[in-house]
């Protein structure tokens, strides 16, 4: 089993830019997080998706930031325009709801650093 | 309020020693509760389940108190290896919440 891939590892950006990151969670997995970690606020969910339907998005901090999840394998988590203040690791972890057991299976998160 | 609350830390802990780390959520609604670890620069993973009843798993022993809305992880014959940050973790209605974690330094 692969795990949960992010893409890219790391990302520097300057503001205004657009962003775009990425995430292939664990085939049969039913559900995707997306959490941003920062020293100051720790571990924070922005959105989660259960059989790709959005279910909770109050996390995103404002318009700038989108998220999608067109099919089972892949999503997106966008930033449009980016700030320095959206520096920080974004997290995307995938599990099966309702299967019993709740694992959250993280990916190796992308660092996003916007100048 | 934050939903899930933990001290911070750090705690400097001699190497063979017991610890034990506190968390307090907010929402009496929460229903399933974990411990993660988190190595540095690496993503959290699960460490264990917390139940009601309380559960071992080794040198770990994590407790749940309802009433109080308070969970504990216990950590017996401290390894250098178990050097980490723990973050606590909540489930309310499938979103599941994670606390700012306790930092956690075992010295030789």
């Known amino acids: 089993d692969a795990g949960v891939i992010q893409s890219p590892r790391h990302e520097v950006t300057e503001m205004g830019q657009e962003v775009t990151l990425r995430c292939k969670p664990i085939?049969?997995?039913?559900?995707l997080f997306w959490y941003r970690q920062t020293m100051m606020r720790g571990l924070e969910l922005l959105i989660y998706?259960?059989?790709?339907?959005?279910?909770?998005d109050s996390g995103m901090p404002e318009d700038r930031f989108s998220a999608k999840m067109p099919n089972a394998s892949f999503s997106t988590l966008k930033i449009q325009p980016s700030e320095p203040r959206d520096s920080a690791v974004y997290f995307c972890?995938?599990?099966?709801?309702?299967?019993?057991?709740?694992?959250?299976?993280f990916g190796n998160g992308t660092r996003l650093t916007v100048t | 309020r934050k939903e899930v609350e933990q001290d911070p830390g750090p705690f400097n802990v001699p190497e063979g020693a017991t610890v034990a780390f506190n968390c307090t959520y907010s929402?009496?609604?929460?229903?399933?509760f974990f411990w993660y670890r988190q190595d540095c620069r690496k993503e959290p993973k699960l460490l264990m389940s917390?139940?009601?009843s309380g559960n071992e798993d080794g040198r770990f022993t994590a407790q749940l108190n309802r009433a109080s809305q308070y969970i504990s992880l216990l950590i017996r014959d401290s390894k250098l290896s178990d050097s980490a940050t723990y973050l606590c973790?909540?489930?309310?209605?499938?979103?599941?919440?994670f606390g700012k974690g306790t930092r956690l330094h075992i010295l030789p």
């Open positions: 929402n009496s609604a929460s229903q399933s």
């Open positions: 973790v909540v489930n309310r209605d499938d979103k599941i919440i």
């Open positions: 998706f259960n059989n790709n339907v959005p279910i909770d």
């Open positions: 972890a995938s599990t099966n709801l309702g299967a019993g057991s709740l694992t959250l299976h």
């Open positions: 085939s049969g997995h039913n559900s």
């Open positions: 917390v139940y009601s």
